[in-house]
C-alpha cells in the first residue's frame, strides 16, 4: 500500500496540530491506514525504559480500567512498557492502534516497524498474528513526519517524534518519567502545551506529580477519562482477555533494549 500525504490546507489535516503547534506544525504528514482513528479519542503512551516492576503493577491497575474504553492508542512503542500496552490494544476490539514512526514510509511498513520493538526472545509474541491482520484488513495506521526516503534515526526525530504523538491525543498516559530522562523532559513540554497528561498512584512518580500531572488510581481514571470525553465500548464489543502477560512481564521483567536506544 502506498503512503498518502497530508498538508495543513488539507481538510483532513488533524486539527490538533494547528491548534497547538501554530507554526510549528509540520508542513507534510504522510500515512497508511485509516486515517479517521484521529478523529476518535485517542490516548498517547510514552513511558521510560527504566520503570521497576511494582510501577509496572501500578500501570497496569490503571490499564484494567481504560481496556473498557472506547479509544485509539497512539505512540512510538519502542519502550518496554510502551510495547506492552500495544500488544494490549492488540488483544482487544475496542482499542484501535497509531503507530507514529520517525522513519519516513519509503523506508518502514508494517512488518519493519516491529523489528526494533519485538526482538528475541520476545520477537514471536503472542498478538503478532493480530497484528498482521489489522495491517492487511486496513485496522492498523502508521503516520510519519520524516520525509519519505528518511532511514535513520537521531535523538532530535525521536523526541519529535514523541511529541507530535501527543499532541495527535485527546490525553497522554506516562507510565513511568522520573528527572533526568527524556521521557520527563517530555512531560514538561506537554504541561507547557496545557496538553492533558496523567501517570499512575505510585510514589516513584513524584516527579512527574511536581510538575502538577495528576497521579491516578484503577477508580479515578474512570472519571478522569471521562471528564475528557472518553467513553465506555459498548458492551459485547471488546475481547475479554486478561493482562497475564503484563502482571507476568511486571514480576520477570526481560530487558529487550539498551537504556541509551530506548530512553531516545
Given at each position: ?16 496540530l ?9 508542513d ?18 510514552a ?6 516492576g ?49 522513519r ?13 520493538r519485538?526482538?528475541?526472545?520476545l ?43 501527543c ?17 520527563y ?19 516513584s ?18 472519571h ?41
Open positions: 500500500m502506498e503512503y498518502l500525504v497530508l498538508t495543513p490546507q488539507d481538510p483532513r489535516y488533524p486539527q490538533k494547528s491548534e497547538r503547534l501554530g507554526s510549528e506544525r509540520p507534510q504528514l504522510y500515512y497508511r491506514g485509516p486515517l479517521g482513528f484521529l478523529s476518535s479519542f485517542t490516548m498517547a503512551v513511558s521510560s525504559e527504566s520503570i521497576s511494582v510501577e509496572m503493577m501500578a500501570a497496569n491497575q490503571l490499564l484494567f480500567t481504560i481496556r473498557e474504553y472506547d479509544l485509539t492508542l497512539i505512540g512510538g512503542w519502542l519502550s518496554f512498557m510502551e510495547t506492552e500496552i500495544l500488544r494490549l490494544g492488540l488483544y482487544r476490539k475496542n482499542l484501535r492502534i497509531v503507530l507514529f514512526t520517525e519516513g514510509l519509503e523506508q518502514e511498513d508494517f512488518t519493519s516497524f516491529l523489528e526494533p519485538f526482538i528475541p526472545p520477537g514471536d509474541f503472542p498478538e503478532r498474528d493480530e497484528y498482521h491482520r489489522r495491517a492487511g484488513a486496513g485496522e492498523l495506521l502508521i503516520i510519519s513526519s520524516a520525509p519519505p526516503a528518511n532511514a535513520g534515526i537521531t535523538k532530535s526525530e525521536a523526541v519529535y517524534r514523541n511529541q507530535l504523538a499532541v495527535l491525543a485527546d490525553v497522554t498516559f506516562i507510565p513511568s518519567g522520573s528527572k533526568g530522562t527524556k521521557t523532559s517530555l512531560a514538561s513540554w506537554l504541561v507547557a502545551k496545557n496538553i492533558p497528561v496523567f501517570t499512575a498512584d505510585h510514589e512518580n513524584a516527579d512527574l506529580q511536581t510538575l502538577g500531572i495528576p497521579c491516578l488510581t484503577r477508580r479515578t481514571v474512570k478522569y477519562l471521562e471528564n475528557l470525553g472518553c467513553r465506555k465500548a459498548e458492551k459485547g464489543a471488546a475481547k475479554i482477555m486478561p493482562l497475564e502477560s503484563l502482571e507476568k512481564a511486571a514480576v520477570e521483567k526481560v530487558p529487550i533494549k539498551s537504556q541509551s536506544e530506548l530512553d531516545l
